[in-house]
């Protein structure tokens, strides 16, 4: 009964950032949500072409975010220093917080440029890479108008690990949802050329969305200048960045920017797989991967959660509370991954309603083929959620080498040769994908939880005395 009631306890205080991060993921994900409808609603063809680009979009614009992620965790850390430093200690703890914040502001320039050039050449070489002619040339489009985007995507990115740093992400939430509804007015305006404006069909859903990233990115910069906590550590001019401290976040957020990289480029490749089975496949494919995409974003909330805490509670020289997160946060998980699941599979027309029409013959073969997978996501979930929070308890003990180093093993090594076997030689369809999926993500998950709880008892075992602490 005490580990019940400390499993309890710990639960409330990692809900109490990780619910409102897991809601901001949640509607930050109905932005792409709402663009997925949308673009069914066009037809297959286009269902099919702007799931490609929002594959490469989402592929780079993770990498990009992944370099401004150790930001929560450093600011986390310099607060909790300054909080039981004397006055002297506290103002060197505040102005290196304004450091890390100018420095990832710095960073997120120099990464969306670069993401938004890398984005247009990939869509130019769509072709060479299997795709069909028409939904490459429909996809190249759309990266164009998604391009601009990136710069104030990333920007609000690093102004938003500030925030959960700091422990005040409340405002992400509102901002996120007014952004929902801003997104599905703009597409509906750019899409079909309301109020005299042209229509743009699928590129308009990009130049909506970009729009969305720059007016969220100013919102949350105006809402962050009237915390009056906040605003005296804000500090945005980022030319002004000191090299140091641009280095050390690049130092972390590289290895984190190529772990999110190669989870998305391992989603990446096997969306070019299904797409080789047809556009009927390969929207089948973007329709089941938006489902998990949205799941993904409560375990995103769990894992910066449990991330932000770890790195508090090591400042504080608590280990054994560092090793519980581990537990609650997969428990959690559990609850969660396990309602959906249940969902899948006892309606799964009902979640695949918004993507497809049963009543239209075009859809009928997609929909049946979304169907079929959703048993194997219903399981793949979990793995999926497990490895995230993996990554993060991780980035807690400023060890995101080793993230990378893990997912290379279990996404390349494990997972793409699986889902090649699965899917071609002894499957020949896209269920077999998705096993390869699941066997990929298994293996990643083991692997990255394994290593946290190695990490811990090495710091256990080198400083005992600060272990027992938090006991």
Request: charged share 15%; aromatic share 6%; glycine share 10%.
């Amino acid at each position: 009964m005490p580990q019940i009631a400390t499993l309890v306890r710990d639960s409330r205080a990692l809900a109490a950032l990780a619910v409102p991060l897991a809601l901001t993921q949640l509607a930050q994900v109905a932005l792409t949500t709402t663009d997925t409808v949308m673009m069914g609603l066009l037809g297959t063809e286009a269902l099919a072409a702007g799931g490609l680009a929002l594959v490469i979009f989402n592929q780079l614009r993770t990498m990009g975010v992944g370099l401004v992620t150790s930001v929560g965790n450093q600011v986390a850390a310099a607060a909790a220093r300054a909080e039981k430093a004397d006055r002297n200690d506290a103002e060197k703890g505040e102005d290196e917080v304004r450091a890390l914040v100018r420095a990832a502001m710095a960073v997120a320039t120099l990464a969306g440029v670069a993401g938004a050039i890398l984005m247009i050449l990939i869509g130019q070489a769509a072709t060479l890479l299997g795709q069909d002619a028409a939904v490459a040339d429909r996809a190249q489009g759309m990266l164009l108008a998604l391009a601009p985007g990136l710069v104030p995507c990333l920007w609000f990115q690093a102004i938003r690990q500030f925030t959960v740093g700091m422990r005040r992400p409340q405002a992400l939430l509102r901002i996120t949802l007014a952004s929902v509804a801003v997104n599905a007015a703009l597409n509906w305006v750019f899409i079909h050329g309301t109020f005299g404006l042209p229509v743009l069909g699928l590129t308009g859903i990009g130049v909506a969305t970009s729009g969305v990233y720059l007016l969220s990115f100013l919102a949350l910069h105006l809402s962050a200048r009237r915390d009056a906590r906040l605003a005296p550590l804000m500090s945005l001019d980022f030319w002004r960045a000191d090299a140091p401290t641009v280095r050390r976040l690049l130092g972390l957020g590289t290895p984190i920017a190529a772990t999110y990289g190669s989870e998305a480029g391992f989603f990446f490749v096997t969306a070019l797989f299904a797409g080789s089975f047809g556009a009927a496949a390969l929207a089948a494919h973007t329709a089941v991967n938006q489902l998990i995409y949205i799941v993904f974003q409560v375990a995103v909330g769990l894992s910066h959660a449990a991330s932000i805490n770890v790195s508090r509670e090591l400042a504080l020289g608590d280990l054994p509370a560092a090793r519980r997160i581990k537990n609650t946060a997969l428990a959690c998980g559990a609850v969660a991954t396990t309602l959906v699941g249940i969902l899948y599979l006892a309606a799964p027309h009902l979640v695949l309603r918004p993507y497809f029409d049963a009543a239209v013959e075009a859809d009928q073969q997609g929909l049946r083929i979304a169907t079929g997978l959703l048993a194997i996501v219903a399981v793949l979930q979990f793995f999926d959620c497990a490895q995230n929070i993996g990554v993060g308890l991780l980035r807690g003990l400023d060890d995101t080498r080793s993230g990378f180093r893990i997912t290379l093993i279990g996404y390349w090594a494990v997972g793409l040769p699986a889902c090649w076997i699965l899917a071609y030689p002894l499957g020949g369809d896209t269920r077999g994908l998705w096993l390869g999926l699941l066997i990929g993500l298994a293996t990643t998950a083991v692997l990255l939880l394994r290593r946290y709880g190695t990490a811990l008892n090495a710091r256990a075992a080198t400083a005992p005395a600060t272990a027992e602490a938090g006991t």
